[in-house]
Structure formats: C-alpha cells, structure tokens
C-alpha cells in the first residue's frame, strides 16, 4: 500500500488540472441531478399525501356505510395514484442511473488517466455494463431489505430488530459498494480476472484500502454535516475545496492499490 500512496501523490502533482476537472464534473453532478428528481420527488409527496387522505377516507365511509361500492370506486382511484408514485420511483431511478453513466464515466476515466491507465473505447462498455449491472443489484437488494422490512412491521415475532435491521442494511450496502469500486478500479484488459484477483485474493490488501478510503470519506463527511448546521457558506467552500477534492485522489489511490494486486 505504500507504493500506491506514493505512486497517487507522484501522479496528482503530475496531472493535477485533471483532479480540477474531476472536481468540476463532480460538483456538475451534484448541482444538475437535483434539479432533474426534485420536481419528480415532489409530485411523488403530493400523491403520497393524496393517495394517504383517500385510503383514509375509504376506511371512514365504509365503517359508516358498509357499501362496497363506495369503497371499490376509491379502490380504483387509489390504484391509479399509486401507479403514479411508482412510475415517478421509476423516473427517478433511471434519472439517477443516466447521470451516473455520464458524469461518473468521465470522472473514473480521468481518474484512470491520472493513474497513467490508457482506456480505449472499450472503457465505455465496461464502465456503462458495470454500473448498469451494479444499479439492478442495488435496486434488487433495496426491494430486499424493504420487504424484509414490511415482514418486519408486520411480524408479531420479528426476526431482528431495529438496531439489526440497519446494521443488516449498512453491512450490505458497504459490500455491494466494495465491489462496484473494485470493478471501476480496473475497467481494463483482463477484467473478470483482475477484479477476482483484486477483490477475493488480495481482499486484505485491497479490503484495508477500501476501509481508510471509507473512513476518511465519513469524518469528512461529518465534519461537513456540522459545518452545515453552523454556517452553510462556509460548509459549500469546505466540500468544494476539501471533500470532494479528497474523494478524487481516493479514486485514483484506490486504482494504485488495485493495480498492485
């Protein structure tokens, strides 16, 4: 590990307009997602908030009437309301997918080109099926955890409890996140071989990059959370000038590290 803290440091002074690019990219990201799921976010409250009223409602007139009538008409509205909420989920979630591909694809590739890696076209197709197969795993294992979640609250006799259910929830996100950048890591010739290599053999060597790489993202991070709740200027010149220039050389060291394995 200490020749790839070395290898990172001799490749940012080398190419440091290239970590400014990153950083530029990354901020673009974080601005121009937000004003794409905002609005969606937002429709999706509203029918939220209506889709609650009327289920509300449905109960309260037919406890008092016992038609089922009544109670089938508001049925049918409920059903097209909620098919709203979950084509809005749906916008949201390929939002999220399409500005990941753009705006993350340059930014691993510049990465990359720090790191003094080369890609050819073949860059894109690994990078897009990566995170496209990464982006069904992670939606699958959301559905997971939100129906183990529903058992849960439904259970008279729950399997785990609240504290088992985010411990649960954080162990899997942790290593469904490890392997995603053990993949963008490579993104090469001999890719299925160099993953396994990086991510299963050399689990120690690669593991302990990726648990200081976590570590140093979080206190940042929460030092970025109370920054915020003291004074927000000052928080955005943190994040701009520290965090996510941080976030950028952890890229290109967790690429060193893996190209040592």
């Not at 908030?49 to 508001?74: H, K, P, R, S």
């Not at 909620?82 to 990465?111: C, P």
């Not at 259970?155 to 995603?180: E, R």
């Not at 690669?206 to 003291?230: E, H, P, R």
Request: charged share 10%; glycine share 6%; aromatic share 14%.
């Amino acid at each position: 590990m200490n020749s790839a803290i070395l290898n990172t440091k001799h490749h940012l002074l080398q190419r440091w307009p290239l970590l400014l690019l990153m950083v530029v990219f990354e901020i673009a990201f974080l601005f121009l997602l937000p004003m794409a799921v905002v609005p969606v976010f937002q429709t999706i409250a509203i029918e939220q908030a209506e889709l609650n009223a009327l289920l509300q409602q449905g109960v309260g007139e037919f406890v008092q009437t016992n038609e089922d009538a009544a109670l089938a008409a508001i049925h049918d509205q409920a059903v097209r309301q909620f098919e709203i909420i979950q084509r809005g989920i749906v916008k949201i979630l390929l939002y999220l997918l399409a500005y990941w591909l753009v705006f993350h694809g340059i930014i691993w590739w510049l990465a990359h080109r720090i790191a003094g890696n080369r890609h050819g076209w073949d860059f894109i197709w690994r990078f897009g099926l990566t995170t496209i197969v990464g982006f069904a795993v992670m939606v699958g294992a959301i559905g997971g955890m939100v129906s183990l979640a529903a058992y849960q609250f439904n259970s008279a006799v729950p399997l785990i409890g609240q504290f088992g259910m985010n411990l649960l929830t954080g162990i899997v996100a942790l290593i469904l996140l490890y392997f995603l950048l053990v993949a963008y890591c490579v993104l090469g010739k001999g890719f299925w071989k160099k993953c396994y290599v990086a991510s299963i053999k050399k689990i120690t060597t690669t593991g302990l990059a990726y648990v200081v790489a976590i570590f140093l993202v979080y206190v940042f991070g929460k030092l970025l959370i109370w920054l915020f709740s003291q004074h927000r200027m000052l928080a955005l010149a943190y994040a701009f000038v520290i965090l996510l220039p941080l976030v950028a050389k952890l890229r290109v060291f967790l690429i060193e590290v893996v190209k040592t394995t």
